[in-house]
């Protein structure tokens, strides 16, 4: 067993232990105890479900450029970013089933779906993603490189389309200026390619059972160049979208970014999304050691952790801004408030799904024989020493 | 307060002002020479009212409830009922925002019809409006497309429905809604936290027309909520509750597919407008400013 999952499946069974205690409370007392109310209806599982739920489509990435373009220097990293897509995917849409108000009814999604509604296409969307990523687990065990080929290609329409979906979501309504944004479905798509690429990095490093030989060193070599090309192209999209909303000064979205900016949340941008996920991996990746295991790993961590932030950036200030200047002192109650801070139970099922998550994925790695032999077969032809150069 | 002189107050034409301000004035001439008229008339003579002319002031509920009967003798696709609200003659009292709390048994956290109060100009011109706001039943409603399992819709009348035994409670029709007209029912009571339940908060809404009984667990408890024009007292031929509370006479309500409605008259009028109609929702509830 990996020195990494001896130290990390006790801490994360731990985790998942405690975050039973939440879902428990969820599943025994409702509602009674989560903090967001009607004016800020989504909290801080929704923020994370689209955050997983973007790191699934960043790993599934990774899964593409070796299964789908033959890239075998990531012949390693696919076979993590596989099973990393599948349980981050998991991990988010368990947080939006417990975010339901009537949870029994979920299966009526299916039954009832309405053709207008993005949410509605959305679960269709994430199911045949999640059937795909099982035919791919499925195909990676039984050695069927063809059967791969094909369906990298429909994860990867798949994942373009829930990806930019997720924005869409969030983009349409007209009710939030601070959403409404026709460049948002792109920023969404980028930084899930971000995140998930993040994500995928920092496995490799952490739980690295092969030699530091030169296919190795391509690999980290490649995921570095991608990781500050996504960074760049994040920022470049970040940039245009601030800039010009700010400029138009709109008095709803410039409040908004106030609060992200000088906002009881200052920290989440200050701290989570510029200093952790943004200045830090950007100075590591620079670096001559950028493409180290290592550097390369911390990196990817750390910009895992600061987009986690940056979505909970997004949902929290949109929600914010009351569609009346008044409307949260006509009628006084806690639901009806536009301040939030995520209660202890929403905590602990945040960090319970997240662990289980995790825990889920060292453990099939250790215990998988198609994850855990790292010599296994790979598809691609000349994609390391293309890569190497 | 601006004086009224568009009847606005939906009294019909031909009621008699001027029989009625000389009455007031004569009434108001006795106030002052009190004991001048206590002196000159015996204290056992009965006060002499004046007739009631036989078209004579119609209460303007009794027009608006007529109004309501007639649109509901036509089919359900013919009526468009629509709210009016007349902004100076609101005094902010709140009585419609309870009347409706009362009427539909909202539990905590749930509101359908706040007033909103806000300060406006310098001190010394300073003065507070208000403005209720119910849901807008939008002619084109944000919070219907985005529902994933089609469990709000507008109905042929216009209003727009909340379907609570198909509602999953995700909260997106919540977002979606530019008027914050909608909140989400947690399955709270007033009492939690204490010894017993009390037996006011389970008794059951008939919103929708059909019984609902809280239990903290079950449909409505879990779904996104609305003002739904108390469609169950339409239904029964009754004005909404917060009509019929409204201390002012500010709010009036009917079919606007009616030329004989009170709400079509104000409708018309040049001093109406419309709540945020730059994003296209065509509201049903017009405010009189």
């Excluded at chain 1, 232990?17 to 909290?43: C, E, H, M």
């Excluded at chain 1, 200093?275 to 493409?291: C, D």
């Excluded at chain 2, 406006?120 to 209720?132: C, I, N």
């Excluded at chain 2, 909608?182 to 017993?196: K, N």
């Amino acid at each position: 067993m990996l020195l990494a999952a001896k130290l990390l499946i006790p801490l994360l069974l731990a985790a998942t232990g405690v975050g039973a205690v939440g879902v428990w409370d969820r599943l025994v007392f409702g509602k009674a105890n989560l903090a967001f109310g009607s004016y800020v209806p989504w909290g801080l599982w929704v923020g994370l479900y689209i955050y997983l739920v973007g790191v699934s489509g960043g790993a599934f990435l990774v899964a593409f450029f070796h299964y789908g373009l033959g890239m075998r220097v990531l012949r390693r990293a696919a076979r993590y970013a596989v099973p990393a897509a599948l349980l981050s995917l998991g991990a988010g849409l368990t947080l939006v089933l417990l975010d339901l108000g009537q949870m029994g009814r979920f299966w009526t999604l299916y039954t009832r779906t309405s053709a207008t509604s993005l949410l509605g296409w959305m679960v269709w969307v994430y199911t045949v993603y999640s059937l795909v990523l099982l035919a791919m687990l499925v195909a990676m065990a039984l050695e069927k490189p063809k059967a791969l080929r094909w369906l990298a290609w429909t994860g990867l329409a798949l994942v373009v389309t829930f990806g930019g979906g997720e924005g869409a979501l969030f983009g349409v309504l007209g009710s939030k200026p601070f959403w409404n944004s026709g460049i948002l479905p792109v920023r969404f798509l980028f930084a899930a390619f971000l995140s998930g690429v993040a994500v995928v990095t920092f496995a490799l490093a952490a739980f690295r059972r092969w030699p530091a030989d030169a296919e190795a060193a391509a690999a980290g070599r490649f995921l570095r160049r991608t990781l500050l090309a996504l960074l760049a192209l994040n920022i470049v999209l970040e940039f245009a979208e601030v800039s010009v909303t700010l400029y138009t000064g709109l008095p709803a979205v410039a409040e908004a970014y106030r609060l992200v900016l000088f906002g009881p949340y200052w920290w989440l941008f200050w701290v989570g999304q510029l200093a952790i996920g943004l200045v830090i991996p950007l100075v590591l990746l620079a670096a001559p050691s950028g493409a180290r295991p290592a550097v390369a790993g911390t990196a990817g961590f750390l910009i895992a952790v600061g987009y986690a932030a940056s979505k909970q950036n997004l949902v929290l200030p949109g929600l914010a801004i009351p569609e009346f200047r008044t409307l949260t002192e006509a009628f006084v109650h806690p639901r009806l408030s536009v301040t939030y801070f995520p209660s202890a139970t929403e905590w602990l099922v945040a960090v319970g799904i997240v662990a289980a998550a995790a825990l889920a994925f060292v453990v099939a790695i250790e215990v998988l024989p198609f994850l855990r032999n790292h010599e296994a077969w790979g598809t691609g032809k000349s994609g390391a020493s293309r890569l190497a150069a | 307060m601006a004086a009224h002189t568009d009847r606005s107050d939906g009294q019909r034409p031909g009621v008699s002002r001027r029989a009625f301000l000389g009455t007031a004035a004569l009434a108001a001439a006795g106030a002052v020479s009190g004991p001048v008229a206590e002196a000159a008339a015996p204290a056992s003579a009965p006060a002499a009212l004046p007739a009631m002319p036989e078209d004579g002031p119609q209460n303007i509920l009794l027009r608006m409830q007529a109004d309501v009967q007639r649109a509901m003798a036509k089919p359900i696709g013919e009526r468009r009922w629509a709210m009016a609200i007349d902004l100076r003659r609101c005094i902010g009292c709140s009585a419609c925002t309870i009347a409706c709390v009362a009427e539909n048994k909202l539990p905590p956290g749930v509101v359908y019809r706040p007033v909103l109060e806000e300060e406006v100009g310098e001190y010394p011109h300073v003065s507070r409006r208000f403005l209720p706001r119910p849901c807008m039943q939008c002619e084109n409603p944000p919070c219907v497309p985005v529902c994933p399992v089609k469990a709000t819709y507008a109905r042929p009348d216009g209003i727009v429905e909340v379907d609570y035994t198909a509602c999953i409670g995700c909260r997106y029709c919540i977002t979606a809604c530019p008027y914050g007209a909608r909140t989400a029912d947690f399955g709270e009571f007033y009492t939690d936290g204490t010894p017993q339940r009390q037996a006011y908060e389970t008794q059951p809404s008939h919103e929708y027309g059909r019984t609902w009984a809280r239990d903290g667990k079950a449909s409505p408890s879990g779904n996104a909520r609305k003002c739904h024009f108390c469609v169950h007292r339409l239904e029964a031929g009754m004005l909404p509750a917060c009509v019929t509370t409204c201390v002012g006479y500010a709010t009036f309500f009917g079919d606007m597919n009616d030329p004989e409605s009170l709400v079509h008259e104000l409708a018309g009028k040049p001093n109406v407008t419309r709540l945020k109609e730059e994003l296209g929702t065509k509201p049903r509830v017009f405010y009189l400013t």
